[in-house]
Structure formats: C-alpha cells, structure tokens
C-alpha cells in the first residue's frame, strides 16, 4: 500500500509540473506569436500608416474619447431630463472646469517657462563653475577638465541659439494642437447626444449570433478600460498637487511647470515618475546643493505617497496585469511608437487580455489543455447537489 501511495503522489506530481511546464511554453509561444506580428507589421509599414491616419483623424478621436468619458455622467442626468438637455448641461460644466483650468494654470505656466529660460544663462554658468571647482579638488581628473567644459559651453551656446525656434515651434504646434483640439471638443458635443447608437452601428456589422458575446466582450472592456482612465486622471491631479507642494517648499524655479510635467509623465508606469522629476532635480541643484536635495526628496516622498496610498486606493489592480508583462509592453510600444507607445502599452495590454480570457472562457481552451475547467464544473455539480438535497429534505 505504501509504494502504490509513493506512485500515486510521485505521479500527481509529475503531471502537475507538465502542466505548469506546457502553461508557461504557451505564454512564450503567445509572446512570440506577438512578437512576430508585430515584426511583420512593421515591416510592411502598417505601423507608420496607423501613425499617419491617426494623426489625420485625430479630432475624432478626441470627441470619441470625451464622448466616452462624459457618457457616464449624462445617462445620470438623463434621468431626471431629455438626454439633449443633458448632454448640453455637461457639456457646459465640462467647459467651465476646463476654462478655471486654463486661467487658473496658464498665468503661472508661461511666467514659469520664461522665468527658466531667462536663467539658463546663469544655469550653465553654474554648472561650469561646479564642475571647475570638483576638478580642482580631484587633480586625477584634470585631464578631462577642458573637454568637458568646452561641451558644456558649446551646448549652452547651441541652447540659446536655437532657442527661439524652439519657443516658435513650441507656439506652433501648441497653436495646431488647440485647433484640433477645439475640432475634437465639437465632434464629442455631436457624438454624446447618439453615443448609444455607437454599439448598435458595431453590432450591425456584425452576425446576429455574434451579438450577445459582442455586448458582454464590450461591457468588459469598457468597464476595465473606463475604471483605468479615471484612476490614472485622479492619480496625475494628486501627483500634481503633491509636486507642486514639494517643489515650492524646496524653492525650486518654476515648480508649477515641474509639477505638471512629472504628473504628465506618471501615465507612464513606473519609469514615467523617474522621467519627470530628472530635469526638476537638475534644476535644483544647479541653483544651490540644498534646494537640489529637497527637490529630490520631494521627489522620493511623492513616489512614496504614489505607490503606498495613491496607486493602491485609486487604481487598486484596475489592470491585474504583472509587472514584467507590463514593462515588456513599455519596451516593445516604445520602440514602435515612442512616447505615445507607452502611455498607450498598459491599457492595450489590457484589452488584449481581456479578448484573450473571453476567447478562452468561450473556447473552453484551458479546459482542452489542462483540464481545469472541469474540476471547477465537478465542484459546481457537487456543490448543487448538495443544495438540491438540503432543499428535498426541508
């Protein structure tokens, strides 16, 4: 009995470990299938024509975007008025808290902005000193002394020379970008008021047999990716106060435009946070040591305050996806996609997800592979026994 007992568990085991071993070879296999389309996309330029037709139909985009998030909040109000007076009651009030936004943070924006680059002058020349005083302390290093501040002075010289096409190309694309921008707000007005209609044009494309796995497939992505939205919008206006908070009591020049380029940046997860607060602490300690280190701490509270109170309430696990899955997203949608890429790789990541486990739940594909559907169906059918019995002897 004994060795039967010692086969058994050594067999269980056995089978066990295959089925994690066939689990994770088919994880690779989906990364490398992922890959190589990709590959392929690539290759074929599909990547540069979706680049090309998104920035053309950009507008759009945008109004389906505020359409979307506004949506919530007029089906709300469509309950106690029609939807069209609805949808031009939020519509205002979206408008309103955008303009306080812009007159509240513009103002001090633009005085920030030149106030930093009026100091670039003085930043450089305090660098150079800097740096002319650490190689007077270390002699071994005294060989590179005239090379390094000769890049640092050509760069400073280049700085101010391009310097106005910068701000020109700066006001230009902010310009281009306002008037897309205005073109987005108006196609959202028009798309909110038929936003409903919008699942009914998809389903009309589709089988009528496919529908009910379409609206489920649908409500599941857009729960995700909607939860995902706001969170990540809450957690950069916290982000931004908290900053903003840190830069000023740390003395920092222009903390408000600091502030609102680290928060930009946190959409990136985990390495985005890092990215928006190099240049503040660059800034900070070419004014004096002290200012530098408390931007810096400043910096490291914030990320703190982020990853224990802000990202665990807000977010929670909005995505339920693992950190290596995440960053391998980050670096694969940079190198495709730049910026954008990753800022957009987490809720795609996602979506991807989401189509996958519904494709496997309506599949019964795990079932095929490893079987476990079936214990969970034994349960269930255990389980409801149970209860049938309960019920006949009551």
Known sequence: MKKEEIDKEQINKFFSLSNKVLKVLFILLIILLILLITYLLNAWQV???????????????????????????????????????ACILVYLLFLAVLIGIVALFIPSLTSGIRDLVSSLPKTFDSIQGFLADLFEKNKAWSGYQDTILQKIGEFGTGLAKTLPNVVFSFIR??????????????IGFYLLFDFRKAKGHVLSIMPVSWHENAKDLMRRINGKLRSYVQGVLLVMFFVFITQFIGFSLSGLRAPVVFALFCAITDIIPYIGPWIGGVPAVIIGFTMNPMTGIFTLVSIVVCQILENNFYQPLIMGKAMKLHPVTIILGLLIFSHFFGMIGMIVATPVIACFKIIFEFIEEKTGLSEKLYGYQKKEKKKTVKKDSTKKNLVEEN
């Open 47 to 85: 990547f540069s024509f979706l680049v090309t037709l998104l920035k053309v139909i950009s507008p759009v985009f945008i109004g389906f975007v505020l359409a979307w998030l506004l949506d919530p909040l007029v089906n709300r109000f469509e309950k106690k008025m029609p939807r069209g007076v």
């Open 173 to 186: 694309n902010l310009v281009s970008g306002g008037t897309i921008f205005f073109l987005g707000l108006l």
